[in-house]
């Protein structure tokens, strides 16, 4: 199974500014997907990432807010840009075909 | 449309006890079916998917395509199978995932 490397693990942003989330695949691999984890809630899909196209959104999800980088077919990078309180999850990254997650990025924005 | 669904938030056993966790699946094509767990503080983690019929930790679960299940289960609850549990399902190989709700699974000595 791929093994994810994501990071930071945690972070703890003002309202306004934009984090970016690293993951980094020990494979190469066609397809990443970021997933959203609010509080108490189960995952939820925000975007699709393959290296060499725009990223795919879900509904309720939009690249400005979200944007994604996809550089080669170990990497991608989400952002959460210009954060506010209700930006406050977990953020995960996963991969195909073995479907593991990365670690995770808990983020709270005050 | 695909949906996943744990109709519970909450299972409490005691150690010893037989354990059923269900999940219930909506979609039209040949799904596949996956368990997850997450620990207290830990990643989470693949517990097994149908394909693979293997038994890990002492779960199985069967595809029962007829009722559209996929209800995970194991014979005697340990403590340290304490954690939420995700039932997720993906409609194409390669494809995003969708995921229940959770159960979180309390064994108490």
């Known amino acids: 199974s791929a093994v994810i490397s994501q990071k930071p693990s945690r972070d703890i942003c003002q309202r306004g500014t934009s984090l970016t989330i690293q993951c980094q695949v020990d494979?190469?691999?066609?397809?990443m997907f970021w997933y959203r984890q609010q509080p108490g809630q189960s995952l939820t899909l925000i975007a699709t990432?393959?290296?060499?196209?725009?990223?795919?959104?879900e509904s309720g999800f939009v690249i400005d807010k979200f944007p994604i980088s996809r550089p080669n077919l170990t990497f991608s990078t989400l952002t959460v840009s210009n954060m506010s309180p209700e930006d406050s999850s977990i953020y995960l990254c996963?991969?195909?075909?073995?479907?593991?997650f990365g670690s995770g990025t808990r983020l709270t924005v005050v | 449309a695909q949906r996943v669904t744990q109709p519970e938030k909450l299972l409490s056993v005691f150690k010893g006890a037989p354990v059923e966790l269900k999940c219930n699946y909506s979609y039209s094509g040949s799904p596949e079916l996956f368990w997850y767990v997450q620990y207290s503080r830990q990643r989470l983690q693949l517990l097994l998917r149908h394909i693979s019929r293997e038994s890990i930790k002492g779960f199985t679960a069967d595809l029962n395509k007829g009722e559209t299940s996929f209800h995970l289960k194991k014979p005697f609850a340990q403590e340290e199978d304490s954690a939420m549990y995700y039932c997720a399902l993906t409609g194409n190989a390669g494809n995003m995932l969708t995921f229940g709700g959770g159960t979180r699974l309390m064994v108490k000595p």
């Open positions: 996963s991969v195909t075909p073995s479907y593991t």
């Open positions: 494979s190469q691999v066609t397809m």
């Open positions: 990432a393959n290296q060499g196209s725009e990223a795919t959104y």
